[in-house]
């Protein structure tokens, strides 16, 4: 029987309860379809740092790189600053393992609403490609004059060749493999170095592909298309930054953020990928069994795409697409008073044997 050796990292939060869910949904999956996930799991989180001063051991990469998927619950919780519990844990995996693109699809579910009225399903499904490596989201800067009315912080962005190419190349293949559109979101109007020289690659490698429909727009006008004109847009490529904001409003017009997966991809498969829900840790309702696992599931479900079950993948997605237009079983974000395991194990019980 085929064998994915896959690290579990619930997290904190709410994490850990969709990371359960999506665990139950992945398992029966991969019963129907002959094949086997044998998960180790991993206490890194805010707790842990509140208990050991890290969010991960010394060793943690080392730990991780043997796996064939890493499936993520959230990360962050009060008491523990977001930049610390990111640059703890989450950006450290994604930039050791070179996973460099940051995939976020994100669709209208059946039974599920959008804030933009009388839009249909076709007219609210895209991807957007975030760089997850580079970009604005940078080490480089520093404070000086701490408490000087001279005071001031630097903040650098790196963008290089090959970061650059790299993502705008990936997205044009994947906008080769849908409807062959592709909208790079730039700011060259403002920023001087990093967006004209965006763009200048974006230009060049679009050349290579004559039949990909492609464009550049400013990201705010972008963002005003996202809401009105949602319809004219279905592969986004964005730097790290851009990519990260745009993913979440695409997630807001499209029912919420917790119906969004995300991947952070090595695409060559030289590391382990890793897999998570577009939200965080919810702090709010963590511990109430009330959050909605489908985003989580969704990631899983990108998980075993990225392993090659693209059947048993498309069954987790249909048995998703199932429960929620039924409408019987629904978290309160839906509508419904069901609970974080009961919405799981309505999933879990719409998969449908090959």
């Known amino acids: 029987m085929r064998t994915y050796e ?70 962050g919780f009060p008491g523990v600053p977001d930049h610390v519990s990111l640059w703890g844990l989450l950006i450290p995996v994604r930039r050791a393992f070179a996973q460099y693109v940051n995939l976020r699809p994100v669709r209208l579910l059946p039974g599920t609403g959008s804030v933009l009225r009388g839009r249909s399903a076709e007219e609210l499904e895209m991807v957007i490609v975030r760089e997850n490596s580079e970009g604005e989201y940078s080490a480089i800067g520093g404070r000086h004059n701490t408490g000087q009315p001279s005071e001031f912080v630097l903040q650098e962005s790196v963008f290089t060749r090959v970061g650059v190419e790299r993502i705008i190349r990936y997205a044009f293949e994947l906008a080769r493999t849908r409807d062959g559109r ?51 847009l279905d592969v986004i490529v964005a730097s790290n930054l851009f ?4 993913s979440d409003l695409a997630a807001a017009v ?13 695409p060559p498969g030289e590391h382990p990928s890793m897999f998570e829900a577009v939200h965080g840790s919810a702090p709010d309702i963590a511990g109430q069994g009330i959050a909605n696992p489908v985003a989580q599931v969704l990631a899983g479900a990108m998980m075993l795409d990225h392993l090659g079950e693209t059947v048993a993948a498309q069954a987790v997605r ?21 609970t974080t395991e009961q919405l799981g194990t309505a999933v879990t019980g719409a998969l449908l044997a090959p």
């Not at 990519?243 to 745009?246: N, R, V």
């Open 6 to 75: 896959i690290a579990s990292i619930p997290g904190d939060g709410i994490g850990v309860d969709v990371t359960a869910e999506a665990r139950k949904v992945l398992d029966e999956a991969a019963s129907l379809h002959d094949f086997r996930l044998r998960w180790t799991e991993f206490d890194w989180s805010c707790e842990r740092y509140a208990r050991t001063g890290s969010m991960m051991p010394e060793d943690g990469i080392a730990r991780l790189a043997g796996f064939d998927g890493i499936l993520l619950g959230a990360v």
């Open 182 to 232: 592709l909208c790079s979101a730039t700011k060259s109007n403002g920023l001087i170095h990093s967006m004209p020289y965006w763009d200048e690659i974006f230009a060049e490698i679009a050349a290579e592909y004559p039949d990909v429909k492609s464009e550049q727009c400013h990201v705010d006008a972008l963002a005003a298309r996202m809401v009105q004109h949602p319809e004219r």
């Open 243 to 246: 990519g990260d904001i745009l």
């Open 254 to 266: 499209t029912g919420g953020l917790g119906m969004a997966p995300s991947g952070n991809i090595n």
């Open 318 to 338: 249909s048995a998703v697409d199932a429960v929620l237009e039924a409408k019987e079983v629904a978290t309160p974000d839906l509508g419904g008073t069901a």
